[in-house]
């Protein structure tokens, strides 16, 4: 995470949390619960900005869509395929459930919408996803998203069924800062990260939640796949 990333400095922050991840992000939680942990699925990405997580979903062979608050895909010469996308608001409409196996799988905003402040976002945001879905929700958040009591107080009606630790710091820049901050934009992460994994499936109970570290790239990787 650059400096720009998730700063209090309300200048720097885009209005709507559009942060940018990159590929690999997704990737490794293909790898580490595996192409049969998706199977049959749609998968749904409802603010997939410039369509990173289902445009490597679909690239995988699955049936994928997406959404956001306004169309972003391909920015910053991102390859993006013809999947179907909606300009929705998540957060704010009232969804119907979807009416076939669906996971969510997404990088959501932590605490801005429209330029406000709303606190527990996230929590709110997957919350909704899981009443959505009839299969999995994964979630890209600050590993520091796993502490407090209003995190206690989801997993207690929901426990996650697998979180990975990426071990690798990822780089997530504010999207409508890219241009200006160069080839700056995707070195030098600052955070650490975790995928969160809610499985409609299965009850897991407290205790049972599967932890992974996943192992970082090595620099040939990282050089070949920056801001992919």
């Known amino acids: ?50 369509g990173t997580i289902p445009q490597l979903f679909d690239l995988f062979g699955f049936d994928v869509s997406g959404g956001d608050v306004e169309d972003r895909r ?43 402040i709303v606190t527990g976002l996230t929590s709110m945001m997957v919350a909704k996803a899981l009443r959505l879905v009839s299969d999995k929700v994964c979630a890209l958040v600050p590993l520091k998203w796993l502490s407090t009591d209003q995190r206690y107080r989801l997993f207690q009606r929901k426990m996650p069924s697998d979180v990975l630790i990426l071990m690798e710091r ?27 994994v809610f499985n409609n499936r299965v009850v897991t109970e407290p205790g049972d939640t599967r932890t992974h570290f996943v192992k970082p790239r090595d620099a040939v990787f990282k050089a070949a796949e920056r801001g992919r």
């Open 1 to 50: 995470m650059t400096a720009a990333e998730l700063t209090a400095l309300a200048e720097d922050r885009h209005p709507w949390d559009w942060y940018i991840d990159e590929s690999w992000c997704t990737e490794a939680l293909i790898s580490t619960l595996g192409f049969a942990a998706f199977e049959g699925c749609h998968i749904h990405d409802p603010c997939c900005g410039r």
């Open 74 to 116: 391909g920015a910053w010469e991102f390859a993006c395929g013809d999947w179907p996308f909606a300009i929705r608001d998540f957060f704010r409409e009232n969804l119907t459930p979807f009416d076939e196996p669906t996971s969510i799988v997404f990088n959501p905003p932590y605490s801005t919408q429209g330029g406000c």
């Open 170 to 196: 990822p780089s997530m820049p504010p999207g409508h800062l890219i241009g200006v901050m160069g080839e700056k934009a995707f070195k030098g992460g600052k955070a650490d990260y975790c995928w969160v």
